[in-house]
């Protein structure tokens, strides 16, 4: 009968740490290094990546601040600031638009989302990457954490993301989810892009930031979104540039 107690509180115990676990804030850093990504671009030609590489070698990691918001029902991601500066102050910029919404219940995706020079606005099923959990854990600022893998065709890119069951919600930062626990740490291409949980803070209950009330931008759906980015991509490659107009 004891025994039986003891199980029943701590199944009690586990309930009560999944649900205070289920909302909460991520502050991420992505950080993203335009030499290596320039330097798989295989229609690029060595001077060009050399020439590129010489241009950015003071300046190879470009950072930003990325806000995730989240509770068992919805997800709310983009940037912490409307305007980012340079880690030396000696400039700033304002960022794109970027909006990634995620509510779990109904399995809908809405995303504001400028790129190829027009913010489009998309509605769609939600949909994740396929992923491959591999045998393989390490810590992330203090959650133990597994290690999955997939590719991203549109831009062709391999990604492993480190996630974590502590925090029992199917999503991450970006458009990265469809796991079994928060994804806290996602590597572009070896280091190419990274994204770091800089603050986890957790709550009871986590509410989402409301959508602006005025929108505007071309409505489409993810695979038209998606076939557009390709295109331009193949155009940017047959002429031998690189394609900047997209968000890698």
Known sequence: MKNILKIIVLIGI????????????IVFERKTDWVKIRSKATYLSQEQ????????????DYKQKMVLNFNPKQSYYTYESKEEH????TYNWENDQLIITRDFEKERIFEVYETLGKTYIVEDTLKFFKW????????VNNYVCMKASTFEPVKKQNIVAWFTTDIPVSAGPERF???PGMILEINIDNDAIVYTPKTITLSPSQEMPVLPKKLKGKKVKLEVLNKE???YIKQQEAM????WSIRF
């Open 177 to 179: 989810g469809g796991l």
């Open 49 to 60: 990546k050399d020439r590129m590489a010489q241009t950015w070698k003071n300046d190879t």
């Open 240 to 243: 031998h540039e690189f394609p």
């Open 86 to 89: 340079s880690e030396d102050g």
């Open 132 to 139: 491959k959990i591999l045998n393989e854990i390490k810590e």
């Open 229 to 231: 980015i390709e295109e």
């Open 14 to 25: 586990t309930k009560v740490s999944l649900a205070q676990n289920s909302a909460g804030k």
